[in-house]
């Protein structure tokens, strides 16, 4: 799906939209990130997460929703149709299509980008957090309902280091807002054929990628981009940016990641975060963003329906062994992909060990990003945003 342009909506608005509270100053006064002359999202159960809305009664999500008339329940379907973290237009039947766009000019503000190709919404799970307080986002086709969180990081980023390759192996130093990263292409599994992948910055896009899954089920690749020690001998990513680094040393340790998915093919989109002491991994702890169908994690599930400190959603819990190193792997169940995330890592390391999952090791290692590919060919998926931020 194309971008939605403003001006080529215009036509479709005679009607404007006002609050109940009264007549609105400026885009956004009461900073719930819609314009005031469409609405006001809803938040019903005071999570301070705006709620989502099935418009169209197919049991799937549709997006954020928007109360148009002033009573409390939300009717439309709120669209952020130029990528800026802004909420500029509103669907009413649920087909991703803006019927009315603001004629409110929003505040300056950096616009984030929708990725590559992206769409302006769609189906999906989450909502847009109404005062900053974190939250699931997302751009891009297919993409879940909401905008960034006012203090999101993602979309921010000044990109340097660039490269594109074929080679199996390949990596490049890459950088956002000065801060050194390291781009791996990844192939490593026992089943990879063959990969066309080009980067810059923490942003790549696999272009394709050929492979099958190998005997032990392991996946074809995982191009992967990542700050700190990571990989099989260890490298380490360009710069300092701060890691690794001891757990008992850490603040928080937070990190974002924006990335545009293509068709239903066998791939993830998972955080990939090492443990270890001394420099030497210890343990695995991962997020998972998608979960394709026809996989599974590693190990065997051991909770569903979990919730995690700080972080929107519920998770599936599934624990285990990979080559005799433990591992935790959080997941979105199957069919409620997102894709757009940020947390702080250490909500999902203390929630692991206070369900006594274990997670051995004194140190982050290193925080990845990237989609690891079973089975392909797969093409044109991306990794659009990544941040790793150390305190």
């Known amino acids: 799906m194309r971008p939605l342009l403003l001006t080529s909506l215009f036509a479709l608005s005679p009607v404007v939209f006002v609050l109940a509270c009264g007549s609105s100053s400026g885009f956004d006064s009461n900073s719930d990130r819609i314009a005031d002359d469409l609405g006001d999202t809803v938040d019903l159960n005071g999570d301070n997460i705006a709620d989502d809305i099935d418009l169209n009664a197919d049991g799937t999500p549709d997006g954020v929703g928007i109360d148009t008339n002033g009573d409390g329940v939300a009717d439309a379907v709120g669209l952020d149709t130029d990528c800026d973290g802004w909420y500029d237009a509103i669907d009413t039947t649920g087909d991703g299509v803006a019927e009315f766009v603001t004629r409110l000019a929003p505040p300056p503000t950096v616009t984030t980008g929708c990725g590559t190709d992206g769409g302006t919404g769609g189906t999906g799970t989450g909502g847009a957090p109404i005062n900053g307080s974190g939250g699931v986002t997302a751009s891009g086709g297919a993409a879940t309902g909401g905008g960034p969180p006012i203090d999101s990081q993602l979309g921010l980023g000044q990109y340097s280091g660039t490269g594109n390759s074929s080679e199996r192996y390949a990596q490049g130093d890459v950088y956002r807002n000065g801060t050194g990263y390291k781009f791996i292409a990844n192939g490593w599994g026992s089943g990879w054929s063959s990969h066309s992948i080009s980067w810059n910055g923490t942003s790549f896009n696999v272009a394709s990628l050929n492979g099958s899954q190998g005997g032990d089920y392991s996946p074809a690749g995982y191009p992967t981009v990542f700050c700190g020690q990571y990989s099989n001998p260890p490298i380490q990513s360009a710069g300092t940016c701060g890691l690794p680094a001891a757990i008992s040393s850490l603040t928080t340790l937070k990190t974002g990641w924006r990335w545009t998915a293509n068709g239903n093919g066998q791939y993830n989109a998972a955080w990939d975060i090492w443990l270890g002491n001394g420099g030497s991994l210890s343990s695995y702890l991962m997020v998972w963003l998608r979960d394709p169908p026809g996989q599974q994690p590693a190990g065997s599930a051991a909770g569903a329906n979990i919730t995690v400190a700080n972080v929107p959603g519920t998770w599936t819990v599934w624990t285990g062994n990979v080559n005799g190193i433990p591992i935790v792997n959080y997941i979105k169940p199957e069919g409620q992909d997102i894709y757009e995330l940020e947390f702080d890592v250490m909500d999902f390391y203390r929630d692991a060990n206070s369900r006594g999952y274990s997670l051995p ?20 998926i991306a990794s659009n945003d990544f941040y790793v931020d150390v305190n």
């Not at 989609?371 to 060919?377: H, K, M, S, T």
């Open 361 to 380: 090791g004194s140190q982050i290692l290193s925080v990845a990003v990237g989609f690891e590919v079973w089975n392909g060919p797969v093409t044109n």
